[in-house]
């Protein structure tokens, strides 16, 4: 292992999941994550639909009000986006190694 993924992988990251209108897609995007080799500190969802139609899916999971970590790293992703397994890590490493910014956006 490398210094910047070592570096990487002591990082706090927390995941912020966007979604509107789109509950299979945001129940996938969570399953992927939760499958992830480098497991997030945090999931964040917001539901940026007025009738909230994310709280089916939210509902079955551990839901808390806190706000996102401090310290933490945050990186987002779409609710249509899909996220292999090392989806996280190698985006961590990338931005370890090249000295990114403290906020990261996936694109799949």
Do not use: N
């Amino acid at each position: 292992m490398q210094c910047h993924q070592l570096e990487a992988f002591a990082m706090k990251v927390s995941v912020c999941v966007v979604t509107h209108r789109r509950v299979e897609r945001l129940h996938a995007v969570l399953q992927d994550l939760a499958r992830q080799r480098r497991l997030p500190e945090q999931v964040v969802v917001v539901d940026i639909d007025a009738a909230g139609s994310a709280r089916p899916v939210i509902g079955q999971l551990r839901t808390s009000t806190a706000p996102l970590r401090s310290g933490a790293s945050l990186a987002f992703i779409d609710d249509d986006e899909r996220a292999p397994g090392s989806w996280l890590g190698q985006l961590l490493d990338a931005a370890t190694l090249y000295r990114a910014g403290w906020r990261y956006r996936a694109y799949a």
